[in-house]
């Protein structure tokens, strides 16, 4: 059983910074092969936005997010990031980490475990 619990979030103005937390992400394993970030924003459907592939710390980010964001995992503390930099007012959403069992990463619909969510909010 995966617990994960996440912690950060908040608001800043356009152009600001926030780094979120995921604590409780395990090792590589046959049930837990990729982690990722997920967002929900205002009337939107849920998106992922970056992963990284848990046996060989292999990343992507989705185009939007791409220079902005850094997704990384600290594997003694059991811990995934999302370091958030120059951030839009587009951005704002309910962000969720998540793991998922295969290894394709960016098949986003496989990931099965999640955190409770966390808000980010960017005004203009």
């Known amino acids: 059983q995966v617990n994960l619990r996440q912690s950060g979030g908040g608001s800043v103005q356009s152009g600001g910074s926030l780094r979120l937390s995921c604590t409780g992400v395990?090792?590589?394993?046959?049930?837990?092969?990729?982690a990722a970030w997920f967002r929900q924003a205002p009337g939107r459907e849920r998106e992922g936005v970056a992963y990284?592939?848990?046996?060989?710390?292999?990343?992507d980010h989705i185009l939007s997010v791409r220079g902005r964001f850094r997704i990384s995992r600290d594997e003694r503390e059991e811990t995934l990031s999302l370091q958030m930099d120059n951030l839009r007012p587009e951005d704002t959403g309910m962000y969720y980490c998540?793991?998922?069992?295969?290894?394709?990463?960016?098949?986003?619909?496989?990931?099965?475990?999640w955190g409770q969510g966390t808000q980010v909010t960017v005004s203009s």
């Open positions: 998540a793991t998922s069992p295969y290894w394709s990463c960016n098949s986003w619909d496989r990931y099965n475990n």
């Open positions: 395990p090792e590589y394993s046959d049930t837990n092969k990729c």
């Open positions: 990284v592939y848990l046996g060989g710390d292999s990343t």
